[in-house]
């Protein structure tokens, strides 16, 4: 066997066979064994396909944050325009609707008035001896207003008894509240 092998054969047995196929083609068509390309117009320039938007979405949006002498500000705006005129300020200042029936319901709450001592965020929270000396005081308030209660109807009852018997009580053995 040659050193080319198979390869070799098949390599110029599928030459032999491109120039038949392409005049048997050629005949076919009229053009005398001519090989004929079919005919494409011509392009312009090619333009770039767009590229696909970026499948990354933000880590967090950004929000308009307004300060309250500007949605002071918006508020005395829109209430001294007409009501076909308020759509043109919060179209001239890009404020939604939404936004300004918000800030009026903060106005009416005080909550725009700029020396508000409203803190943000959460609360602080109390560590764990301060809980548990409220728990204790709590639940001593609880058992004294019980005994305040029961003592309350036991001098009641030594009124309604000391009545019964005829026997006069002064101001100060009543505490003086009746």
Request: glycine fraction near 2%; include cysteine.
């Given at each position: 066997m040659p050193e080319g092998g198979k390869g070799e054969n098949m390599k110029s047995g599928v030459s032999n066979i491109k120039p038949t196929i392409h005049a048997t083609v050629g005949l076919l068509k009229g053009t005398g064994g001519e090989r004929s390309e079919p005919e494409v117009p011509e392009r312009g320039p090619t333009?770039?396909?767009?590229?696909?938007?970026?499948?990354e979405v933000p880590a967090h949006t950004n929000r308009k944050?307004?300060?309250?002498?500007?949605k002071l500000r918006v508020?005395?705006?829109?209430?001294?325009a007409d009501p076909r005129g308020i759509g043109?300020?919060?179209r001239r200042l890009g404020v939604y609707s939404s936004s300004l029936s918000v800030w009026r319901k903060q106005r009416d709450l005080g909550e725009l008035?700029?020396?508000?001592?409203?803190?943000?965020?959460?609360q602080p929270k109390m560590d764990d001896p301060t809980r548990r000396k409220?728990?204790?005081?709590?639940?001593?308030?609880?058992?004294?207003?019980?005994?305040?209660?029961?003592?309350?109807?036991i001098i009641d009852i030594q009124k309604k008894i000391s009545e019964l018997m005829g026997i006069p009580l002064s101001l100060s053995q009543t505490g003086g509240d009746d």
């Open positions: 333009v770039a396909p767009p590229t696909p938007p970026d499948p944050q307004f300060s309250k002498a500007f508020l005395e705006e829109t209430d001294a043109a300020v919060l008035e700029p020396r508000s001592s409203q803190k943000r965020g959460p409220i728990a204790s005081l709590e639940k001593e308030n609880c058992q004294l207003n019980r005994r305040l209660k029961r003592a309350e109807q």
